[in-house]
């Protein structure tokens, strides 16, 4: 039985990727942070089985990840924590690069002292990006990094210090690059869950308005089962290399809302409205990813598009708050 290792075990990616693993019968292993309100630790983990374990710790805490590392002594390890907030980033610049950049080099050390023989997947992100466009209007694994915000600037320098690691100490080790990735079981308080969660909320009369930075940002969105699939993937694969994760489609923010608010019957210009606190000091306007790589070398292409995404997403709502 292969074994496991997933940090940010609580959160949309590792809860969907610890289910997909234990279908595939992994036993999983997964790193919670502790917090004062148990649910908000295990709402997503609810799937548990007797092949599924967390233990406390933190990415910051490189005592307890050694610890755990040398007494687990996983096959795979995919370092999923993070601050994944990039407008929060702004508000707390110092702690995402503490936890975003020093966290996968903690990981990594302990990886690299006690586990060597594991693979090493780490969460890169599109963010990484910023600014960044090829002349044809994607992203790919070419393009040059200008990342507009401290949690790219952090995820950077994760992507660099684990490529670093892995030609240094000739170590098992990928990137996942992740366009964004949606699902019923993403924080509400990212763009198309906040949409989806608020207009189901005025459809059922309990609430009048939603309010929202940006509209004119364009995203690449998929759905989070797709791409655990694909982190996998890139993992068990014997040579070790970065791959983009994407659908190659982009929307507007302002495209997804009507989308969500049409398939409510309801007109969106009357709903929503624009609260400066959600803007960021600095935006990335436009991503589109170009994954011909990882569909060149892998049986890999989504199964949900933007739209069933976003069905689903209000499916969900629809019974949660029904
Ligand atoms: N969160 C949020 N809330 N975003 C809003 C809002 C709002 O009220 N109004 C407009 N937006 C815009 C943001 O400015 C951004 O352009 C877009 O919606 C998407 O925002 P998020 O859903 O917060 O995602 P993100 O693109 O910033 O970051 C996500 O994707 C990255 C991959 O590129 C996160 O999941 C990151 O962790 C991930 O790395």
Redesign the pocket.
Known sequence: MKKAFITGVAGQDGSYLSEYLLKKGYEVHGLVRRNSVPENQSSRLDFINKNFHTHYGDLLDEGGLNKLISELMPDEIYNLA?Q????ISFDIPQFTAKTNAIGVLNMLEAFRLNAPNARFYQAS???MFGISVDSDGFQRETTPFIPV?P?GCA?VFGFNISNNYKKAYNLHIVNGI????ESPRRGS????N?VVKTAVEIKMGLRKRL?????D?Y?DWGHSKDYVRAMHMILNNDKPDNYVVATGKTFS?REMVEYVFGKLNLDFNKYVFQ?PK???PE???Y?KGDSSKLRNNFDWKPEYTFETMLDEMIVFWNNELG
């Open positions: 993070a994944s907030h990039v407008r992100s599109s963010e915000s949690y995820k992740l366009f964004n990735h308080n990212f763009v198309t906040k309010e929202l930075g940006n509209m940002s995203r923010v609260n959600y803007l960021r935006e990335l306007p991503l």
